[in-house]
C-alpha cells in the first residue's frame, strides 16, 4: 500500500539533502545548478520509502541514485548543443566535466558512510553499463533501430535496474522501465519536433537519413514505441492493477513531455 504522507515527507527530506549536496560555491558562478528530475526523484522515493526504517534509514541511498543520475545528465552536457564546443568557454567545459565527476564522487562518498558497498558496487556496474551504451551511440556504432532503443533503454533505466535487483524487487522493475521510457520517448519526440540536439535525436536523425525516413514517418515509429510502454502500465501486472497504482501511474503520465517537474504535481 503507498503511504502517501510517508512518501512525501520521506521526498521533502531527500530532495533538502540533494539540494545542499548540489550546491557547490566555485562551481555554481561558472555553471548553473543541476536540476532535480522531480518524476525520477517521485518514482525512487515510491519505491525506497517502505523500506527506509529508524535503524536503517535511506535516504542517502536516494540521494546517491539521484546524484549518479545527475552525474551522467551533467557528462552529457558536453555533447550537446547546451554547451557547443565552438562558442563555450573551455574552462566552461572543462568544469562541466568536472562537475559530472564531482557529483559522481558524492554518491560514493554517501554510500560510504552509510556502509553499504554492495549498493555501490551495483551503482558503479550500472554507470559502467551506460557509459558504454552511449559510447556506442556517439560513435554510430548502431545499425538497426532495435539496437538504437536497445541502447537508450539501458541508458534510461540502467541505474533503477541496478535498484529493484539490489532489494529483489524484479515487479518494480517493469514499472520503472515502462514509465521512464513512455516518459523518455515523449521527451525525445518533442525535441525532434522542435529541432532540439540531445543524443537521441542526432542517433534517430542519423538513422533516419541511412534508411530515407522522413520526420513524419520518424515521428510515427517514436509514437509507437510511446503507445506500447503506455499500454504495458495500463494493462499493468500483479503490481501496477491496484486502483491506488493506477491513479499513481496516471499522475506521472500526465506530463510526459516534461522530464522534470514539481512533486506537489504529482497527487499519488
Known amino acids: 500500500m503507498i503511504d502517501v504522507s510517508n512518501i512525501?515527507?520521506?521526498?521533502?527530506?531527500?530532495?533538502?539533502?540533494?539540494?545542499?549536496?548540489?550546491?557547490?560555491?566555485?562551481?555554481?558562478?561558472?555553471i548553473s545548478t543541476p536540476s532535480i528530475d522531480e518524476d525520477k526523484l517521485l518514482l525512487l522515493c515510491s519505491f525506497l520509502e517502505p523500506f527506509s526504517t529508524a535503524e536503517k534509514p535511506l535516504h542517502a541511498h536516494a540521494v546517491s541514485v539521484m546524484l549518479v543520475q545527475i552525474?551522467?545528465?551533467?557528462?552529457?552536457?558536453?555533447?550537446?548543443q547546451k554547451i557547443p564546443s565552438e562558442t563555450a568557454p573551455e574552462k566552461e567545459r572543462q568544469l562541466t566535466v568536472i562537475a559530472g565527476d564531482y557529483y559522481s564522487g558524492l554518491y560514493y562518498f554517501l554510500l560510504s558512510q552509510a556502509?553499504?558497498?554492495?549498493?555501490?558496487?551495483?551503482?558503479?556496474?550500472?554507470?559502467?553499463?551506460?557509459?558504454?551504451?552511449?559510447?556506442?551511440?556517439?560513435?554510430?556504432?548502431?545499425?538497426?533501430?532495435?539496437?538504437?532503443?536497445?541502447?537508450?533503454?539501458?541508458?534510461?533505466?540502467a541505474v533503477f535496474t541496478a535498484l529493484t535487483e539490489y532489494f529483489e524487487q524484479p515487479k518494480w522493475t517493469k514499472l520503472f522501465l515502462n514509465v521512464l521510457l513512455t516518459k523518455r520517448f515523449s521527451y525525445e519526440k518533442q525535441c525532434l519536433l522542435n529541432d532540439e540536439k540531445t543524443l537521441f535525436t542526432e542517433t534517430f536523425k542519423k538513422y533516419m537519413k541511412r534508411n530515407s525516413i522522413n520526420k513524419r514517418e520518424g515521428i510515427a515509429m517514436l509514437d509507437s514505441y510511446i503507445e506500447t510502454n503506455r499500454n504495458a502500465l495500463i494493462d499493468g501486472d500483479e503490481l501496477t492493477k491496484s486502483e491506488e497504482m493506477k491513479k499513481y501511474i496516471k499522475s506521472l503520465l500526465i506530463h510526459e513531455t516534461s522530464m522534470g517537474r514539481r512533486v506537489n504535481d504529482a497527487r499519488i
Not at 552525474?71 to 550537446?80: I, K
Not at 532495435?146 to 534510461?156: Q, S, Y
Open 8 to 30: 512525501l515527507e520521506f521526498i521533502e527530506d531527500v530532495k533538502e539533502q540533494l539540494t545542499n549536496k548540489l550546491q557547490h560555491k566555485y562551481m555554481k558562478n561558472i
Open 71 to 80: 552525474a551522467l545528465d551533467t557528462h552529457d552536457l558536453v555533447s550537446t
Open 115 to 157: 556502509g553499504d558497498i554492495m549498493f555501490i558496487q551495483r551503482l558503479a556496474t550500472a554507470i559502467k553499463k551506460t557509459n558504454i551504451s552511449k559510447m556506442f551511440l556517439y560513435r554510430n556504432e548502431v545499425k538497426t533501430l532495435e539496437e538504437m532503443i536497445d541502447h537508450f533503454t539501458l541508458i534510461e533505466t
